[in-house]
């Protein structure tokens, strides 16, 4: 089995920054996308950035300029630095990671269990 475990979230005021991780673990051979979606009270869950294995990183348009996604292969691991933020940003963030358990495997999809992320004065 694979787990990926968030950390990093919190009540921030207006304009101010958190960063936020998420470590894969367990039966992992590699690992494609990784990427944090949000969802608000209410809303959908939406893609807020997702990053390849050559590092390539792709934002909605709501978080360019403020938010950067990055990831460490050799800790199974994605961060999103959020900057600038703002009360729209409050949601719960999830992790997600493509992941293949074998050489003979295909790619499964596996969410965290979310974080809390609050903006507000």
């Known amino acids: 089995q694979v787990q990926l475990v968030e950390s990093g979230g919190g009540l921030v005021q207006p304009g101010g920054s958190l960063r936020l991780s998420c470590a894969a673990s367990?039966?992992?051979?590699?690992?494609?996308?990784m990427g944090w979606y949000r969802q608000a009270p209410g809303k959908q869950r939406e893609l807020v950035a997702f990053?390849?294995?050559?590092?390539?990183?792709n934002y909605a348009d709501s978080v360019k300029s403020r938010f950067t996604i990055s990831r460490d292969n050799s800790k199974n691991t994605v961060y999103l630095q959020m900057n600038s933020l703002k009360p729209e940003d409050t949601a719960v963030y999830y992790c997600n990671a493509e992941v293949r358990r074998s050489t003979s495997d295909y790619l499964r999809n596996y969410w965290g269990q979310g974080t809390q992320v609050t903006v507000s004065s």
């Open positions: 990053i390849t294995i050559l590092g390539s990183a």
């Open positions: 367990g039966s992992i051979f590699s690992i494609s996308n």
